[in-house]
């Protein structure tokens, strides 16, 4: 069984062929409208996550199928009830293919491992979160005409956003891009994102300045800065303009430049912003829906077809130790026991939440 | 893209059209059970109000659409992180119509100026709800073979019931109506209803003895008085018996009067009611989802045919300015300036939530 | 109008054909793809439940039908403001079919007698869940091969699991069945189910212990002691781990025995078993699945056919009097009168929750 846990469970060529399927779902939308025709998607949203949950949901639909929902307040007495496990493999009895987003890393692996359809990870904690990164590639895709050569700048909230991490990771992987990473310093880029950068050659810049950025760019992608993550009150109030994007400061950028968001958006971006033809952030939500389609179909098909691809290539791994990421799945789910992986630069790691064990083990 | 937000945004010639399709539904439903296959409808329920989103969703359903839902819980969790505006664009990408409900005033003509699919209102605040009105207009139209000369007693909370307002604003329209108004002192109807009453020409009648009126009425419109809107609480207790209709004040009634109610009731209407035939207010929610099932069909049928009908006829509107109703949307919406229009006794109201400013600006 | 309130509702042929038609659903799913084309189920779930609500779900979309959702929170506002009764007159007009659960006892009667569509009782309180019976009786029929001659151990929360009761309603119909009764004494089986017993004249035993008990049964049914229910907490840790299965202690069970559980565990059963050939537990899911989807069109063909079979043959009523039970739906439910019968042993029992009026009455 396929499923789909991190983005890097998909190789280039399988995010092309995702890509190209899903302009074509875009051009010719009544090819695919039975495409999944008695198919059930289960959306298990042990968090609330409203805009993804309808993005799925809505994914699943105009492919012919239905879906079966688990919301809000309910899904917070399911989490203290029930493991993930056992939740999945009755929901095995009931759907075909499963959108999982859950406040604890690791949980969609949980899932995928225990799961007798597919699973697609819809957020797990600030892990993962794949067919958002596969939205802004197709959205880079289809408004640059290219994936290589392409200068972006990411703003806000490095640190802690985990969309800005899968990004990079999706992008550093296409050649010639560079990274203008712009931010407070209390939020810039971590030391494992520098390294990935590093590790793939990939230039990078490290600013708090937007606006001298803002001309270099192709792309800016913009998130947002939660207050609750910087200390004093009074940088959080200097900030807050100094990382919004207006009308006045848009001037600076180039004409073709785009500018994304994952959304919600609380003020980081002006609403007359939206008029600009330069502004996809909406683009993103349509373009997501339709990747999303795209991976469904493939998942379907990859089942049909019986492919039996490892998804989670992390190489050998051992059990026993202990994960102190207190976030991790690990720690509440019964009887799972601990896992780990050493990665290519020796570093032991949980398989579920990708924790470095080794620091914490000194 | 037409929305309809108001029950004036209608005409009488498609109010009158929405009927004869509502009643051509019900008479040969399988006629219309694949009308709107492949479309989907998003009900943004940012208020919980059961009854009026399965309304929508049957009505949806029955026409061989498909629903996505947003419930409760996750919505007030919605409403704090992003506005009207963004999540409406936002879905959008997801949904072919879109049927609202807001606890503020105004949520809706927001909603519908920045979709780019018709929405329907479905209740915005203590504001307009204008399908409660057309199902209400229609019962009248089925139950009494006519919209004209009827005399419509309408007993309750008529000070702070949405539903009678919408009424007389709909009933109003058609000749020789006749209201009597039927309440407590303290919850007698606002100036600005016996305002339409006079600019109808409508004659009208207050009087806080439901007993007496009883005889007289075509219509008795029945609306539930909540404790908390009367002060004193002995003086509840008196008018909780008063105005509640039972079998032994109905035998006073015309035998082909009908009882009307929005519903939830409380309690007053005495369940033993229900068996008499001149009881409609279940048929009243038969009635709302097949006159919802008729506009959802003309909204489509106008969105194809591209009607570019103004959803608002407020007249010349201006910006800037307060507005003083503090349930009113442009006090939570980001970046949503105010806006306003003259009505034709001059005073100044918002285009939003209608209220008066004038008032406020002495 | 058919609706299935409590298994008694059910002959054992009725039982049988629900069975033989599960069986051939599962065989041949597709025959079955359309049958409920154009039908609605509504779900009201009034308290939460997720794995009941999207069983029910699962099997009307598997039918082709579609699903009205009712949830968690909204339900909750829905509880406060409207009877049970008007619920149910108002969703009469919105679906085809009705699946209710309540925190009530008697809700689901009361819903079955004011719908004018068929109900089935997804669970009332601690009273009836018919469709868990129906489940746990077709998983016996297809993994034993008969319902006749075994050897049935329950084991657990004797004295407050409904789903004991009810199992024990539904086997003891069955010829030459045998129970054995595993709990703490405190927990042990009420008055009235060892009344059953005797009345069916089913041999039964009561231990403690459930290792000495494992190597006789033909059928484990586990269910979950929960830490309120027993008084002295060191008393509840010791049984933790008595109560608990594991692959070491089903090591001395029978080869062919089979391991039941309505779900959700906790940690009576070790998540190690899952992968032995004799767990069943989320066999019967898939099989609740299935027999809710042969009871959903049992009842749409009976509503065809036309049967005015009664749902409730409890014999003849009278009304007055009061029901002492805090839980019954009569002391919630808007002018709901109290209602009685005399059962097979001269005791009054209230129709609704079936509680034994005449020990209070002394």
Redesign the interface.
């Known amino acids: 069984m396929r499923s789909v846990i991190d983005i890097l469970d998909l190789s280039i060529e399988e995010i092309n062929s995702l890509m190209d399927i899903a302009i074509d779902i875009d051009t010719h939308p009544s090819k695919y409208?039975k495409s999944c025709e008695?198919k059930?998607m289960?959306t298990l949203f042990f968090e609330?996550s409203?805009?993804t949950r309808?993005?799925h949901?809505?994914a699943m639909?105009?492919l012919g199928g239905?879906v079966?929902?688990?919301?809000?307040?309910?899904?917070s007495?399911?989490i203290k009830?029930?493991?993930v496990?056992?939740t999945v493999?009755?929901?095995?009895?009931?759907?075909d293919i499963i959108a999982i987003r859950h406040s604890f890393e690791g949980a969609a692996l949980v899932a995928s491992k225990n799961a007798s359809i597919p699973v697609i990870n819809a957020g797990d904690g600030g892990h993962n979160h794949p067919t958002q990164t596969l939205a802004d590639i197709l959205t880079i895709y289809r408004e640059k005409g290219t994936l290589s050569g392409l200068t972006i700048g990411i703003c806000g909230d490095l640190k802690y956003g985990r969309t800005v991490h899968s990004l990079v990771n999706g992008m550093t992987r296409y050649e010639g891009n560079r990274f203008i990473c712009i931010s407070p310093e209390e939020l810039t880029i971590p030391e494992y994102t520098e390294h990935i950068f590093k590790e793939a050659g990939t230039e990078f810049e490290i600013t708090d300045n937007l606006e001298e950025a803002l001309p270099k760019l192709d792309i800016l992608y913009m998130t947002r800065i939660q207050k609750e993550r910087i200390e004093k009150p009074e940088l959080f109030e200097s900030l807050k303009g100094k990382y919004s994007l207006t009308v006045d400061n848009l001037a600076h950028a180039k004409p073709d430049m785009i500018v994304m968001h994952p959304?919600?958006?609380?003020?980081e971006i002006?609403?007359?912003v939206?008029d600009d033809p330069r502004a996809c952030y909406?683009k993103q939500?349509?373009n997501?829906?339709l990747i999303r389609m795209s991976l469904i179909l493939k998942l379907f098909d990859e089942m049909i077809i019986n492919t039996q691809k490892d998804f989670s290539p992390k190489g050998a791994t051992y059990f026993g130790g202990y994960c102190h990421n207190n976030k991790c799945i690990t720690h509440i789910e019964?009887?799972l026991e601990s896992q780990f992986y050493i990665d290519n630069d020796g570093v032991n790691r949980c398989i579920y939440c990708d924790y470095e064990i080794s620091k914490e083990a000194k």
């Open positions: 409208a008695g059930k289960a609330p409203t805009r309808l993005s949901e809505a639909l105009e239905t079966l929902g688990l919301t809000g307040t309910e899904s007495s399911a009830g029930e493991s496990a056992d493999k009755t929901v095995s009895c009931y759907a959304l919600p958006r609380v003020n002006s609403v007359k939206d909406f939500c349509m997501g829906k019964q009887e």
